[in-house]
């Protein structure tokens, strides 16, 4: 069950962002909430790596409700502030590094071994503690 949890959460919060964020930005102007969503994606990193299936389920949930806010909030203030002659190139890009993001997130399944070499030491790096590499990966990205 906290395997569906842990997936969904992530993919729930992202879905909860992104259709809440027109009205968010009815309230409030486009670069506090990418400072906020930013500081989210810290707190639900963080919250993710505790090793708790509740803290954890938590913290995915935080950050993906940041990230799909940030999908909608970057491009529509990076139309904002650029040059009518530059909108169309900056909003590609903008798309390219999403899928990049995306890409690169699953670059991270390569470093884990076969099934096969994981059945000898219940107890390895892979098996235990890899899946807080790959979630404090957030953190140092959000922190730049």
Request: with cysteine.
């Amino acid at each position: 069950m906290w395997s569906v949890t842990v997936t969904t959460s992530n993919n729930f919060g992202m879905t909860l962002g992104a259709l809440t964020s027109g009205f968010l930005m009815g309230r409030f102007n486009k670069w506090t909430l990418i400072v906020a969503m930013d500081l989210a994606i810290l707190l639900g990193s963080a919250c993710s790596l505790v090793d708790d299936m509740v803290m954890i389920s938590l913290g995915r949930f935080i950050s993906g409700y940041a990230i799909g806010g940030l999908t909608v909030y970057c491009p529509q203030f990076t139309n904002e502030i650029c040059p009518t002659e530059y909108k169309g190139p900056i909003g590609s890009m903008t798309q390219f590094w999403n899928g990049f993001g995306i890409f690169t997130t699953g670059l991270f399944g390569l470093a884990i071994p076969d099934k096969e070499a994981l059945k000898d030491v219940s107890n390895q790096f892979y098996v235990q503690h890899y899946w807080r590499v790959v979630w404090s990966v957030p953190i140092l990205i959000a922190g730049l």
